[in-house]
Structures are given as structure tokens and as C-alpha cells.
């Protein structure tokens, strides 16, 4: 049975942040999925983020535009192979300032950042905040592959009061306003759940951002 018997529908799940599921059709997932296996080859390609503390992330990183390392920005992978980072192509900004567009209705600067995570079934991404940036710009999120729990919580704190939302392939998540600097995390990957047609095995999240550099 193809449909569901209850289809999913936008949901604000707090202020300015909202879920609609099946943004992305099947062609645009596809596309979007080629584009990042291309940018996961080296050289600035794919790679574990090593945390202060000596820690590593169980999500494997690349990213665009503004290479991401903790926790600040720069234009070389400076945790990694040290070469440029790829660039940040015109088609994404679209993408993201579209996806702005359909869930919040309001416009926003051009996107300039993208951080792509791959999560296979053991992966997780702790409570955090998306702060490093100089912009209050929404983030926009788009989900490949697996279907995960994405935990969305407050500005104020890593604890209760959160919103368990179920991602699945072709989702978007976008937040901004009074909750651009929630706390939010991935606590579970449900493995072997994606679209077959899709042909990825784990879990692909693409996050961009307006950088205000």
C-alpha cells in the first residue's frame, strides 16, 4: 500500500520552526544525492569531526562554502586534509531560500553554507546549537535515506521541554526566529529504512546556513 492512511502535513512543531515532510520528490532527492557523493570525494571531502575534549562525532562531515569544524568557521578544512573548501554552488542558495519560502513565507539572505552529515545506524548527533554563525538567518535541513527521530528542544536549555519529530527521506526541517538557537540532536537512525529507488544505505542530512561573514 503506498499511502498512508493519515498523510503526513506541516507541522509548526515551536515558533518558526516547522516540518514539511515530502518536500523533495523522488528526481530531487536522486539529484541531491548524486551532488553530495560528489562532494564527499577528496580532496575536502567526507570526514570524522574530531571534538576539543578529544572526542569524535559517529556523523561523518563535509562541508561547503565555510568549512565547519569545532566551533568556529574557515575557508580550508583546518581539521582535516588542510586544502580549500568546495564551493558553495547558486542551485543550493535557491533550494534553501525556496524551502524558506514554503514553510515560513517570509524572505531570507542568500544561503552560503552547507554541512552535510552521513549517519549510518549507529550514528548520532548530541544536543547543540547552531551558533557559530553571524546571521539569524533560518537553517534549513533536508533529509536523505534513513528515517530519523530529530529531537528539537528550546533556546535555553539541552534538557526538556523537546519534540521527538520523525524525519524521513525528503523531508525539510526549516527554524528561525524565536527558535533559530534551539537545541536539537538526531538520538536515533532507524537503519535499512529508506526508499529503495534511492539506492543509499544510512542517512544523509544536508544543513544549510546564511554564514553573515
Known amino acids: ?113 552547507a554541512l552535510i552529515n552521513f549517519y549510518d545506524g549507529d550514528a548520532r548527533m548530541g544536543m547543540h546549537r547552531d551558533s557559530d554563525e553571524q546571521s539569524d538567518a533560518p537553517v534549513v535541513s533536508l533529509s536523505l535515506g534513513d528515517t530519523c527521530v530529530f529531537r528539537f528542544g528550546n533556546p535555553e536549555t539541552r534538557t526538556k521541554p523537546y519534540t521527538d519529530v520523525e524525519l524521513r527521506s525528503g523531508d525539510l526541517f526549516v527554524f528561525g526566529g524565536p527558535s533559530r538557537l534551539a537545541y536539537h540532536g538526531v538520538p536515533r537512525v532507524y537503519e535499512g529504512t529508506g526508499p529503495g529507488e534511492l539506492g543509499l544505505k544510512g542517512r544523509l542530512n544536508v544543513t544549510l546556513r546564511v554564514s553573515g561573514f
Open 1 to 113: 500500500m503506498d499511502a498512508e492512511l493519515f498523510p503526513r502535513a506541516r507541522t509548526e512543531v515551536a515558533p518558526g520552526a516547522v516540518h514539511l515532510p515530502d518536500w523533495l520528490d523522488t528526481d530531487r532527492q536522486r539529484d541531491l544525492l548524486t551532488a553530495c557523493r560528489e562532494w564527499a570525494r577528496p580532496p575536502a571531502g567526507l570526514r570524522t569531526v574530531r571534538t576539543p575534549g578529544g572526542g569524535t562525532m559517529t556523523a561523518r562531515q563535509v562541508c561547503l562554502g565555510w568549512h565547519w569544524y569545532p566551533y568556529a568557521y574557515s575557508r580550508t578544512v583546518t581539521d582535516g586534509d588542510g586544502t580549500p573548501v568546495k564551493p558553495f554552488p547558486a542551485w543550493l542558495d535557491e533550494l534553501g531560500r525556496r524551502a524558506v519560502a514554503d514553510t515560513l513565507g517570509a524572505p531570507t539572505a542568500s544561503y552560503d553554507i
